[in-house]
């Protein structure tokens, strides 16, 4: 499995944006999908996006769905999720995983290799 980590999370005031990215220890070329997923404390983790392995699809789901955009980049093994017009409930703490197929590219239990996780705060 490629390990996981993801960078770009921090502090941004209502209506700003912010890009994530994902980088992948290896190549992510032959994983079917890459997804993005944010959690807040005591709640589920929710997914937000994600796309499949030659970038010709994606998905979007929950309140940042007209707000963000998920790329990839197989030749440098990122995935990146860029978010626009963020307000103070979109904070939480941004992870990417790996698709394992076989199920809903929105259910959590497709995805079995996790990142570590950036925090997205928004506040004024």
């Known amino acids: 499995q490629v390990q996981l980590v993801e960078s770009g999370g921090g502090l941004v005031q209502p209506g700003g944006s912010l890009r994530l990215s994902c980088v992948a220890s290896?190549?992510?070329?032959?994983?079917?999908?890459m997804g993005w997923f944010r959690q807040v404390p005591g709640k589920e983790r929710e997914f937000v996006a994600a796309?499949?392995?030659?970038?010709?699809?994606?998905w979007y789901e929950g309140p940042l769905k007209g707000r963000v955009i998920i790329a990839r980049d197989n030749a440098k093994n990122i995935v990146y999720l860029n978010m626009f017009r963020l307000r103070p409930e979109d904070t939480a703490i941004y992870y990417c995983?790996?698709?394992?197929?076989?199920?809903?590219?929105?259910?959590?239990?497709?995805?079995?290799?996790w990142g570590q996780g950036t925090q997205v705060s928004v506040s004024s």
């Open positions: 796309i499949r392995a030659g970038a010709e699809t994606a």
């Open positions: 995983a790996t698709y394992r197929g076989g199920g809903r590219l929105e259910s959590l239990g497709s995805y079995d290799n």
């Open positions: 290896g190549s992510i070329s032959r994983i079917d999908a």
